[in-house]
């Protein structure tokens, strides 16, 4: 369901965009050949490039550009010398010199004065440029040769950059088509109703920029919609940048988020650039924006209402093109009620509100989830496709999955690990069961508090091994103590 130009519409861009950029180069080579004829009173030029055995003409003066590579209409010993010996040569005097004053090309020509000069990238000659004085024109010098070996200097450079900046970008065109298919919405899986409610929504956005808040829990896949916004959006050649604002510290997540001045505060030994203008002209992601700070709130609402920002210590503000993506595991507008949000801020954020639903709020997507799970982690590490016990899959769709679609893929990849056959049994899928109160069923919130708390202590305290027990990031893990209000005993608790 992707939103992509067709692959020959990408290739026919891709090639234009690259043309373009080796007319610009050549345009360079023909000004850098042309200023050495002039200035060293030449008659005829040529830079001439090795691709393989084969030679290929880039830029010409007074010579055909059809028959240069062939070296018909100049001297072809001269420039196989320099390209076989890497030395740069210099004849005065053709006529004086019994190696060059026999040769058919310069008896033809009348060439009475030759430079040739070898272009290295690196330690390799990439080609040469050539010119040629006929009919005792100009009789080259010594100071000629220096000079002109300063032009080779400059036309290698100019096709050293070419040919990187082309490397590059196909490698960015390649990147780039990866991220599409990684982030088109065919990875988004679900057909239930509320994701459904979803999908609608994301295609009537998509192609706008219109500023977008994400909400759910963590672990419904929040980030992947940002990303499947981006990549199917107007922004898809641009940067997509993704930061984290949750237990940031004020001073570095602005430093991280605007920039900073040399000089602003200790450590700011240089300047340094922002991510809002890195993600200039593309988008930018900003995952759990409730825990942002009121200094931070303000900046930000002047970058959706004006455009712009301001690096920490400058006094000047530079515009930026961004579209802004936001989410959170938090109600907003209750964190607004409670004074720790700005309302004009939430508005500007809240233009489209896109909720995610947790795990087990869409029961009928976990087949479609297990499946396509089982698939791409037996796909990615080349082992055969297990398949999953109708009493397994039973189990799995009465699990209440307090880590949402996260906790549904580790466990997905630990139990296809761990099983021994090519069917997972529910053995292998190391989650609590269902577990009942007397006078009553827990609720979810009781039910899954127990479980982690009972996991922390079993696991003395330490949050990333019960993170990792429990399939869940230890984000999350950090989130619902917080959430339940856990004392924080910094000398039992090990992270």
Request: hydrophobic share 40%.
């Amino acid at each position: 369901m992707s939103n992509n130009l067709p692959q020959s519409s990408n290739a026919k861009i891709t090639a234009a965009k690259t043309d373009s950029h080796s007319e610009d180069t050549s345009r360079v080579l023909e000004k850098v050949l042309n200023l050495a004829v002039e200035m060293m009173n030449a008659d005829s030029g040529v830079i001439l490039l090795r691709e393989g055995v084969e030679l290929r003409t880039v830029a010409a003066h007074n010579i055909s550009m059809d028959t240069a590579a062939s070296l018909a209409d100049l001297s072809s010993s001269g420039v196989h010398k320099a390209l076989d010996t890497g030395a740069p040569l210099l004849i005065h005097d053709t006529r004086a010199d019994p190696r060059y004053g026999e040769a058919d090309s310069i008896i033809m020509h009348e060439i009475t004065s030759i430079i040739c000069v070898p272009m290295y990238v690196e330690d390799k000659v990439i080609g040469v440029i050539y010119l040629d004085s006929r009919k005792d024109r100009q009789r080259f010098t010594e100071d000629n040769l220096n000079f002109v070996g300063t032009f080779a200097r400059m036309a290698a450079i100019a096709i050293d950059y070419a040919h990187n900046y082309n490397k590059l970008y196909f490698e960015k065109q390649l990147l780039q088509t990866d991220a599409e298919k990684l982030w088109r919405f065919e990875e988004i899986i679900g057909q239930s109703p509320r994701m459904v409610d979803v999908f609608k929504l994301i295609r009537r956005v998509m192609n706008s920029d219109i500023t977008v808040l994400l909400e759910g829990e963590s672990g419904t896949g929040k980030e992947l919609v940002a990303h499947a916004l981006h990549y199917n959006g107007p922004r898809r050649d641009k940067p997509f940048v993704v930061q984290f604002c949750g237990n940031l510290a004020e001073a570095l997540l602005e430093s991280e988020l605007f920039g900073h001045k040399k000089g602003s505060f200790t450590g700011a030994i240089v300047d340094k650039k922002g991510l809002f203008e890195v993600a200039d002209g593309g988008t930018f992601f900003l995952d759990e924006i409730a825990d942002i700070s009121p200094t931070i709130q303000s900046k930000l609402l002047r970058v959706l209402q004006e455009g712009e920002i301001r690096r920490v210590g400058d006094t000047q503000s530079q515009k930026v093109n961004v579209r802004i993506i936001s989410a959170t595991n938090k109600n907003l507008k209750d964190e607004v009620d409670a004074g720790r949000f700005r309302e004009d801020l939430y508005y500007r954020l809240n233009v489209i509100s896109i909720r995610l639903p947790a795990l087990r709020e869409r029961i009928g997507d976990i087949p479609l989830l297990v499946n396509h799970f089982l698939r791409k982690f037996t796909r990615n590490n080349d082992e055969p496709v297990k398949k999953v016990s109708p009493k397994t899959m039973e189990a799995l769709a009465n699990y209440q999955w307090p880590g949402n679609v996260r906790e549904l893929l580790n466990t997905i990849e630990r139990s296809t690990i761990l099983s021994e056959g090519n069917v997972i049994n529910v053995d292998d899928l190391f989650i609590p069961e269902t577990e009942e109160l007397a006078g009553g069923r827990k609720t979810l919130k009781d039910y899954e508090k127990e479980v982690v708390q009972k996991t922390l202590e079993d696991c003395g305290n330490n949050k990333t091994k019960t993170a990792e027990i429990l399939g869940v990031s230890l984000r999350w893990l950090h989130y619902k103590l917080n959430e339940w209000k856990k004392p924080n005993n910094s000398k039992n608790t090990k992270s």
